[in-house]
């Protein structure tokens, strides 16, 4: 194994230039069983990616944020905060990110499944822009450097999932979110199957009435008809997302 080049930028224009040879390092949860194949480091400490703000509706959350330091901030949406349990025991929260998970993740993921929800936006580097969550995923493998994550704090969150224990990983989980008070729409994400969790089409809270419960439901169904591995059937993912979608757009939908 190669000596580790290890860069410790102070400013994002010198991360920017060290990280064109290297890859970013966080809380290196993630990447230290990678080792072997890493040369060099840019360790993103020290650039201040590590706040946690809310300026109006706007949450805006560091990408250098432990999954500790979201879980122990209680104006943060209360699934959000559990969601960082289910990503990691005590020891790996102190020190795993935001960032880093989100890079990391995979469909199992309450995190990401959250996020999707949420609609969140990632904050990167070089561009400068801030790209839908969807996107992110699109063009994940390419991103340079995540700053912050961003999103609007929603009128309600919920999220369910079934897994083999309380803290294991999801088989299936679904995040329901209202947006806000003026435009009641409600999102909906799916997670525990595949490299990453999936968007079912937004919905107007009309749905209250019953009227199109029973075709949001049959969607979920359907988008894990085919979501086996060794975890569970695709007979079983299916059903049991068409369960949870009905029971938090029962509950979503309650006034
Ligand atoms: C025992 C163990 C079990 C694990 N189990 C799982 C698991 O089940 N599921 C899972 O998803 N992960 C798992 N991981 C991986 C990892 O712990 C998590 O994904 C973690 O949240 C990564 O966060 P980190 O801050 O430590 O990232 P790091 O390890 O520092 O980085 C992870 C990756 O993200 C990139 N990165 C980090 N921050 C940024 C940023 N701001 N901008 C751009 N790129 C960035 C890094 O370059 C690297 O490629 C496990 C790790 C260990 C040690």
Redesign the pocket.
């Given at each position: 194994m190669s000596p580790l080049n290890y860069l410790r930028p102070k400013t994002m224009a010198e991360a920017m230039e060290q990280l064109q040879s290297g890859?970013?390092?966080?809380?290196?949860?993630?990447?230290?069983?990678?080792r072997a194949q890493i040369e060099t480091?840019v360790d993103?400490s020290d650039l201040g990616?590590d706040k946690i703000t809310k300026i109006q509706k706007i949450f805006q959350i560091g990408?250098?944020t432990?999954?500790q330091a979201i879980l122990g901030n209680v104006e943060v949406p209360a699934a959000l905060r559990q969601a960082c349990v289910l990503?990691?025991g005590w020891n790996?929260r102190n020190?795993?990110?935001?960032?880093?998970?989100i890079?990391?993740?995979?469909g199992?993921?309450a995190m990401l499944t959250i996020l999707l929800a949420l609609d969140a936006e990632i904050a990167?580097e070089p561009e400068g822009d801030l790209i839908p969550i969807e996107r992110f995923l699109s063009v994940r493998d390419k991103?340079?450097?995540?700053?912050q994550i961003r999103f609007e704090e929603p009128r309600k969150l919920l999220y369910e999932q079934v897994a083999r224990t309380p803290l294991d990983?999801p088989i299936v989980c679904v995040s329901l979110v209202e947006a806000d008070e003026s435009s009641r729409t409600l999102r909906l994400a799916i997670g525990g199957y595949g490299m990453r969790p999936l968007r079912l089409p937004d919905l107007k809270k009309f749905v209250r009435k019953g009227a199109n419960i029973d075709e949001i439901v049959h969607r979920a169904q359907g988008a894990y008809e085919n979501a086996g591995d060794e975890w569970a059937s695709a007979e079983y993912r299916s059903a049991v997302a068409g369960i949870l979608v009905r029971r938090l757009l029962e509950e979503g939908t309650a006034e």
């Amino acid at each position: 194994m190669s000596p580790l080049n290890y860069l410790r930028p102070k400013t994002m224009a010198e991360a920017m230039e060290q990280l064109q040879s290297g890859v970013a390092l966080a809380g290196g949860t993630g990447l230290t069983p990678r080792r072997a194949q890493i040369e060099t480091v840019v360790d993103i400490s020290d650039l201040g990616l590590d706040k946690i703000t809310k300026i109006q509706k706007i949450f805006q959350i560091g990408a250098g944020t432990s999954l500790q330091a979201i879980l122990g901030n209680v104006e943060v949406p209360a699934a959000l905060r559990q969601a960082c349990v289910l990503e990691a025991g005590w020891n790996m929260r102190n020190m795993a990110t935001l960032g880093g998970t989100i890079m990391e993740a995979d469909g199992r993921s309450a995190m990401l499944t959250i996020l999707l929800a949420l609609d969140a936006e990632i904050a990167r580097e070089p561009e400068g822009d801030l790209i839908p969550i969807e996107r992110f995923l699109s063009v994940r493998d390419k991103i340079t450097l995540i700053t912050q994550i961003r999103f609007e704090e929603p009128r309600k969150l919920l999220y369910e999932q079934v897994a083999r224990t309380p803290l294991d990983f999801p088989i299936v989980c679904v995040s329901l979110v209202e947006a806000d008070e003026s435009s009641r729409t409600l999102r909906l994400a799916i997670g525990g199957y595949g490299m990453r969790p999936l968007r079912l089409p937004d919905l107007k809270k009309f749905v209250r009435k019953g009227a199109n419960i029973d075709e949001i439901v049959h969607r979920a169904q359907g988008a894990y008809e085919n979501a086996g591995d060794e975890w569970a059937s695709a007979e079983y993912r299916s059903a049991v997302a068409g369960i949870l979608v009905r029971r938090l757009l029962e509950e979503g939908t309650a006034e």
